[in-house]
Each structure stands twice: as structure tokens, then as C-alpha cells.
């Protein structure tokens, strides 16, 4: 199967699962993770109609950017992003998906005043409670919304959640319904700087479930650019 097959069958799947769960599917933004693939194939992706591109890796992203790979596309950063690297992407990216701790607010607000701009962020939650994962515990996501209201610079634009390994998309629907119940009880926080418009959530294997429970962000990779060569 071709990129543009793939990515035809995905906003199809997308538009099904939307449409029976009696919403609109232009509510539903695909994130296309790019990661691994060269800025040839992502340039094919673009030309086949992807709208945004999603990359984990700042190295990655930089030099893929260099080579024209995201033009005539949105670019979000999606992976776990270190403090010395945010100087690379705040004002690069229109979103950072994976804002994981206070620290991180602080020096993306930083260099974001630095540039005279906003950076919106999501918070990302460990919904799964998984010690592997990084993002905020559920419980903790009400004190981390208060905190970044006090964070010059940044802009809080709602949640995101990876969720555990799971052999069904059915067994990820705890999870995706956890993060939804977060966005739903923060969501009336009446804070200069937070407006909880995303939730980011299901990937390959699940984006169908995710949509299905109020996802308006998925991150899709394998589906639309087959499987990424790790040994190559
Ligand atoms: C790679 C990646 C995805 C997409 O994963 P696939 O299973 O290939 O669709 C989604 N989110 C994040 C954060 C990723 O790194």
C-alpha cells in the first residue's frame, strides 16, 4: 500500500468512527509521526493530504525541517522533550504534546518570552500509571494546571496521553476515558492562559477507540508510513 492509500484509509476510519459517535469528523485533527521516515516520504504524505506532522525527536525534526521535509504542513512535537532542547522548538512547533512536568513549563515559558511569543502546550497525563512513562499522575493534573496559570509564555491547550502497551484497542478505553474525565473536570478553570481545547489521544492501533471516546488529536505513524525500521 501506497502513503496516500494509507493515509486515505486512516481519515476514512477516522471519519467512520467520528460519524457513529455522532461527531463532526473536521473536529478531528490526524497528527501524522513522521519519526523515521525521510523528508521525501513525509513530503509524500503532505502531497497525499496530511495537514500536520507530529515528530518525537528534536535532532530528528531539526534536520528533517532543514530539508523542507514539513512544508505545506503543520509541525507539533509529540515525544519526551528535555529542558536543553526546548530552545530548539518553542516558536519552531505550534504544539508541544508532551509537557511533563513543571520544569519543563517554566523553561518553554522562558524561551518563549525570550521570542516575544506563546507556546502552546499540552499536558501529558500517565494515565496508565506506568513507572516506564513519564507525563503527570491523574491526580496531579489539577496542581500543574494552577501552576502553569502562573507561567508566562506558554499556553495550556489541554491534555495528552500514551497509553499502556495493550494487545486490544478495546483494553486502551479505561484510558482514554480517564483522560476525558480529566479534561471534563478541569476544563472549568477559569485561568488567563488555559483553554482545554485538545484532548491527544490513540495512536495505530487504537485511534478508532480514541475517537470514539472524545479524542480531537490522534497521532498515527504506522498506519499511514508501515512499520519504522529500527535496525536500520
Ligand atoms: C510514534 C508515536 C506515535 C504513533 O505511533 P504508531 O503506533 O506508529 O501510530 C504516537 N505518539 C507518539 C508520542 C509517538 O512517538
Known amino acids: 500500500m501506497s502513503i496516500a492509500e494509507n493515509l486515505a484509509r486512516v481519515q476514512a476510519n477516522i471519519a467512520r468512527a467520528a460519524e457513529s459517535a455522532g461527531r463532526d469528523p473536521k473536529e478531528i485533527l490526524l497528527v501524522g509521526a513522521t519519526k523515521m521516515n525521510d523528508a521525501a516520504r513525509v513530503q509524500e504524505a503532505i502531497a497525499a493530504g496530511l495537514r500536520c506532522c507530529g ?61 516575544g511569543i506563546v507556546q502552546d502546550i499540552l499536558l501529558e497525563v500517565n494515565t496508565g500509571g506506568e513507572t516506564s512513562k513519564s ?4 491526580a496531579e493534573v489539577a496542581g500543574a494546571l494552577e501552576k502553569a496559570a502562573s507561567v508566562a509564555g506558554i499556553r495550556v491547550r489541554g491534555l495528552m496521553t500514551i ?55 490522534v497521532r498515527v505513524g504506522t498506519a499511514i508510513f508501515g512499520q519504522r525500521n529500527y535496525s536500520a
Open 135 to 138: 507525563g503527570f499522575a491523574p
Open 55 to 115: 515528530e518525537n525527536r528534536v535532532q530528528e525534526l531539526l534536520e528533517k525541517n532543514g530539508a523542507g521535509a514539513y512544508a505545506g504542513a503543520d509541525l507539533h512535537f509529540i515525544g519526551t522533550l528535555q529542558k536543553n532542547k526546548v530552545k530548539y522548538l518553542v516558536g519552531l512547533v505550534s504544539l508541544i504534546h508532551s509537557v511533563d512536568s513543571e520544569a519543563l513549563m517554566r523553561e518553554i515559558g522562558r524561551q518563549s518570552e525570550k521570542r
Open 163 to 217: 497509553p499502556p502497551i495493550c494487545r486490544a484497542p478495546e483494553e486502551n478505553i479505561p484510558y482514554f476515558r480517564l483522560l476525558r474525565q480529566l479534561f471534563i473536570d478541569n476544563g472549568e478553570k477559569k485561568y488567563d492562559n488555559i483553554r482545554m481545547d485538545f484532548m491527544s489521544m490513540g495512536m495505530s492501533g487504537d485511534y478508532e477507540a480514541a475517537v470514539a471516546c472524545g479524542a480531537n488529536i
